[in-house]
């Protein structure tokens, strides 16, 4: 292996659309936290750099349909998701964002550059264009006829009946997701980067020169490389993103996965002025860490666009993790299918190391692999608790009984050889678990440290240093005893701080606790003193125990899986200053509380007269009797409902809704209706007549 000089860490991107859940940290962020505090303990020249992803058409659309701008969207996640990485202790040193200027600047430059080396390909085509949303659509924004099995609803990237991958052109009747509108056809010209010209080098540096690459990853890109590359458009008609920054290019931004990966070289250039050495020199080792959906734009698209620019090094690997399912199932950010970093930190305060510990044990480095909540509980009780915060209390406790609270000698002229088995056993696990970590094998790593202290359980009952002291309190503990109970804790202890050394990369607020009972400072925790065995001196007064980990029980294991299956769990938190509930999204809405329902007045009213409002298709005018009042109320009803139909009936009226006017009359109400599958609107009536102006609760 190379002689590296420094290391540039990345993560990916998470994008600002959505707060961050499990699946995520287990695919990215807590594999790379755990190399890169792992790195740093070696005391490595090293940079961790990430942010948020904030361009690209989700955004956009999502604030059209949320009547905002993309900015206050990117805003609020960027700031959500900020929070979660903290929470969860993942250490960058730098956490940027891609609408910032320093990255505007940055990736406007990269273009300009590759645009002047005369490196793209300017083509003109015809895209679908929604008129009435006035703008280009995305393949994912346009919907169809399936050509293959008549699905009516099938995107234009796939249809996900029969799961054919389609292109727009091949949908038949093809609309707008946005407005349902019909699309036209319309002439746009785009830069496009031929990435087949990369296809020899790619070939030669990624299936030649880098066969360590992961078996995933590997796979993956030789699988694109086999069957062939070709240009892509690395721009877009938009007007959210990063100016194409040509003279004839108004409308159009930069691809966002042309402009995310860029990210990371913005962000370490806000970082430190020192930038270009991480990302000129040759000597750097550059390590993307990826969700396997985005091994083509790591491994093809942005080493590509690296290698034409020429200024910068190339990743030396790319440990890309599978995807995390929970409880047997894909998670689904639409159907709130997920477990939310920032629920989760409500609802085990402390237990940020817990998390951290079963996402790394049970990480998808291989395959796909599930979180059961029930196997949460399991690996936190009977491996954090049983084993390693077991052995950690047995000693400190031990220690202050047996020991007088100090740490006692090691006697080497009695050393027998179940003391020089642990021994080796600790100088052995330090090296198995750097050489692991380094291997990105970090489920083996972590499995060492716990079997680490699984061996210093197994090494206590074997010597049993409470038999040694004499039964009867009147009498003295032999000295020859004394000196057995000495070099066992003695040796407990020195593995207690070895284990504070290997269990920082994964569980650091674990390792902090460690350090204290302990009495030491982080100095010990740098990774040369791995595997050594006078970290502690003799004679040194400890602090009392204190747990590492409680017991989780089964009431809260339950509660968990109910709240996921109930769909209860909010699927994000606004930290905006209005409410929107609009960001819920479909099915999401989140519960409320009785109070909440409380505030709704409902009466039930009797239409006493109905007619069309004057130059609408939908709205018929009502007057309704509730009683003590009358009041007029304008509702969207007008095509299931004739005016007619309509009188003497009884419907329920939401009595104290904020009047509005609608065409100039003013509605002083609502009244509910029920909508069915293909949109058709039915009244809710009391099913028999009551008196006008009874309340519904
Ligand atoms: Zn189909």
């Not at 292996?1 to 991107?13: G, V």
């Not at 078996?215 to 699988?223: A, M």
């Not at 290698?307 to 894909?330: M, R, T």
């Not at 607020?509 to 003799?538: C, H, I, M, P």
Request: aromatic share 10%.
């Amino acid at each position: 292996m190379k002689d590296f000089k420094r290391y540039l860490i990345t993560a990916a991107l998470p994008y600002a659309n959505g707060p961050v859940h499990i699946g995520h940290m287990a695919g990215v962020y807590i594999p790379a936290d755990i190399y890169v505090r792992y790195q740093r303990a070696q005391k490595k020249d090293i940079l961790f750099v990430c942010g948020s992803d904030e361009h690209g058409v989700p955004i956009t659309i999502r604030a059209m349909k949320e009547g905002v701008s993309p900015q206050q969207i990117v805003d609020k996640y960027h700031a959500l998701i900020k929070e979660s990485f903290k929470q969860m202790g993942i250490s960058f040193d730098i956490y940027s964002r891609t609408s910032n200027k320093v990255h505007h600047e940055t990736a406007a430059g990269f273009f300009k550059t590759l645009y002047e080396k005369g490196l793209f390909e300017e083509k003109e085509t015809e895209q679908y264009y929604d008129e009435k949303a006035k703008t280009f659509l995305a393949d994912r924004y346009i919907i169809g006829t399936c050509p293959v099995c008549a699905n009516p609803n099938a995107y234009g990237d796939q249809c996900e009946k029969c799961g054919s991958s389609l292109s727009p052109e091949q949908l038949i009747n093809p609309r707008s997701t946005l407005s349902d509108a019909i699309l036209v056809k319309k002439k746009t010209k785009h830069w496009y980067f031929p990435l087949q010209n990369y296809e020899q080098w790619l070939k030669q540096w990624i299936l030649e020169e880098h066969k360590e690459w992961k078996n995933n990853v590997y796979g993956q890109c030789k699988s694109w490389l086999d069957s062939g590359l070709q240009s892509r458009a690395m721009t877009r008609d938009s007007n959210w993103g990063i100016k194409v920054p040509l003279p004839d290019a108004e409308g159009k931004v930069l691809y966002v996965w042309f402009d995310a990966p860029i990210g990371y070289i913005s962000a370490t250039k806000e970082l430190t002025d020192h930038w270009k050495d991480y990302w000129g020199k040759e000597d750097t080792r550059l390590i993307h860490f990826i969700g396997k959906d985005n091994i083509v734009f790591h491994c093809i698209i942005f080493p590509s666009m690296l290698k034409a620019h020429g200024d910068f090094v190339l990743p030396d690997n790319v440990p890309a993790n599978e995807f995390l399912n929970i409880e047997g199932e894909k998670v689904s950010t639409s159907r709130n299918w997920a477990v939310w970093v920032q629920e989760y930190v409500k609802d085990f305060p402390g237990c940020e190391d817990v998390l951290r510990y079963v996402l790394c044990a049970n990480a998808p480095e291989t395959k796909d692999n599930d979180f059961t909540w029930k196997d949460f509980q399991e690996r936190n009780n009977s491996e954090l608790v049983a084993i390693f915060g077991n052995f950690v209390n047995r000693t400190m406790v031990l220690m202050h009984k047996l020991c007088g609270g100090k740490v006692p000698k090691l006697h080497t002229e009695i050393i027998d050889d179940i003391d020089k088995t642990l021994i080796e056993n600790i100088q052995q696990s330090a090296l198995n678990v750097q050489h692991s970590i380094e291997e990105f094998k970090f489920r083996d790593a972590l499995f060492e440290v716990i079997d680490l202290a699984r061996k210093g359980n197994k090494y206590l009952q074997e010597k049993e240093p409470w038999k040694k002291v004499s039964s009867d309190k009147a009498q003295k503990t032999s000295k020859d005893n004394q000196l057995l109970i000495d070099n066992c804790l003695h040796l407990c202890l020195q593995l207690t701080a070895n284990l504070a050394i290997l269990i920082n990369p994964f569980l650091p607020n674990t390792a902090k606790k460690l350090l204290y009972q302990l009495k030491v400072v982080d100095k010990l925790l740098d990774w040369e003193n791995a595997g050594k065995l006078k970290l502690l001196s003799v004679g040194y007064s400890l602090r009392p125990p204190e747990l590492l980990f409680r017991k989780i029980e089964d009431e809260e294991i339950i509660a968990q899986i109910e709240k996921l299956k109930s769909g209860l769990i909010k699927k994000e938190e606004t930290k905006m200053e209005k409410p929107d509930n609009t960001l819920l999204g479909v099915g999401g809405k989140p519960q409320i509380q009785n109070d909440d329902f409380a505030k709704l007045d409902l009466k039930v009213g009797t239409i006493t007269a109905c007619e069309k409002v004057e130059k609408t298709d939908k709205l018929l005018k009502l007057e309704v009797n509730l009683g003590a009042e009358k009041r007029t109320i304008v509702s969207g009803i007008a095509q299931h409902y004739k005016p007619e139909e309509m009188l003497g009936k009884q419907v329920i009226v939401v009595v104290n809704l904020a009047p509005r006017k609608m065409r100039g009359i003013e509605s002083q109400g609502m009244i509910l209706t029920a909508e069915d599958k293909d949109g058709k609107l039915y009244l809710l009536r009391p099913e028999n007549i009551v008196q006008p102006g009874s309340s519904v609760s």
